[in-house]
């Protein structure tokens, strides 16, 4: 029977990792780092998983730290790409051109709330400069559905007519005091290259 139960953890173990391994996912080393029309510079390494306008990065797993990169945004998007404005809600998370800093905020704040997070806020709204482009940053602070406080920053930049937001989260209780200066260092330096 001990054969039997190392066989069978060994197999459940071969099931769980084949379930986390994500088609089209790739290991992103550390250093210069191209996404969609931007440029960053990472001292991490990350796993990222591509989507056609949005990227996830993580280092050990999206419950414990993750990095969300939607590009071209369109007016009338949802700012996570998830919908486009429905007449019925015009007052949810979608982009306009020309929004104010504390507008671009709250329609991410509240798109967080529509994926179920809670006790969601956000301080230190901030202009910066992101190479030749004028943008904003913010720190988040936020609960999972599970009750697990998290701690994060959000850098945005409109050029022509699109936003490109990124949004990173991670617990307060480890990840998030372990990552958040390179993460910060990795926002200050984005620019864009196309």
Request: aromatic letters at 8%.
């Amino acid at each position: 029977m001990p054969h039997f139960a190392k066989s069978l953890t060994a197999l459940l173990l071969l099931l769980l990792l084949a379930a986390c391994a994500s088609p089209g996912g790739i290991l992103q080393h550390a250093g210069s780092a191209d996404v969609f029309d931007m440029r960053v510079d990472t001292s991490l390494d990350w796993s990222r998983i591509k989507g056609a306008r949005n990227e996830l990065w993580t280092i050990d797993g999206t419950a414990l730290n993750s990095l969300s990169i939607f590009s071209g945004i369109k007016p009338g998007e949802h700012v996570f790409l998830m919908a486009r404005e429905k007449k019925n809600r015009p007052d949810g998370p979608w982009f306009r051109t020309g929004m104010r800093p504390d507008e671009i905020r709250d329609v991410v704040l509240d798109a967080l709330r529509g994926q179920n997070w809670s006790n969601v806020s956000a301080d230190n709204l901030r202009p910066q400069r992101y190479g030749d482009a004028d943008g904003l940053r913010f720190e988040l602070a936020l609960t999972n559905p599970d009750g697990l406080v998290y701690k994060g920053s959000v850098a945005a930049v409109e050029r022509g007519g699109k936003l490109t937001l990124l949004v990173w989260k991670a617990p307060t209780e480890y990840y998030a005091g372990r990552d958040a200066e390179a993460v910060g260092k990795m926002f200050d330096s984005l620019r864009f290259v196309k």
